[in-house]
């Protein structure tokens, strides 16, 4: 009945958190999801962990991370999704220009070394409210960490330097090279 539909749509409406896990949605449930934020802003927390989510995925979220967006998300929680670098190159178009979210978790998503430039994007962004950047368990080797965490050192947000995680295990040689950047 009419009545069932317009309840349930507003149930919809009402709700602030969205979150998959290992529900398989892949690139299209995450369309599908985008499109649903499109005309829901009031959704302020997205978890979409462990869905298979590839650089694809990441072209359709950059629309609602993006600033002309409707959307109104603070929370951003990605992990164990496969779209490594080339997905957080997507990404990183809307959330360098984002000054909404102040949580970022990308664990375990395959990121390399290439995507450390996608980071150094991300927070950069001098009207950011970003708080909390996570990347643990991800591969960015000595030069991805050094050139994430000298942003991190020049940056005048003392919020974000404490906060700021990335659970990388890199070499000796690297954490002296880093010692010396800073």
Known sequence: ???????????????????????????????????????????????????????????????????????????????????????????????SRNCYITLISMNYCNIDETGARSCFEILINSKSLLEDFSLNGNHLGNKGVITVYKVLSASNDQRLRERHRSGENFTAEGIELFLQKI
């Open 1 to 95: 009945p009419k009545h069932y539909l317009k309840h349930s749509e507003r149930k919809l409406l009402t709700r602030q958190v969205y979150q998959t896990r290992r529900t398989g949605c892949e690139d299209e449930g995450v369309r599908s999801i985008c499109n649903f934020l499109a005309v829901c802003p009031n959704v302020i927390i997205l978890e979409l962990l462990d869905n298979g989510i590839t650089p694809l995925g990441c072209q359709f979220l950059n629309n609602v991370i993006a600033p002309e967006s409707s959307a109104n998300l603070m929370h951003l929680k990605l992990d164990h999704n496969t779209f490594g670098s080339e997905g957080l190159k997507y990404l990183a178009e809307g959330l």
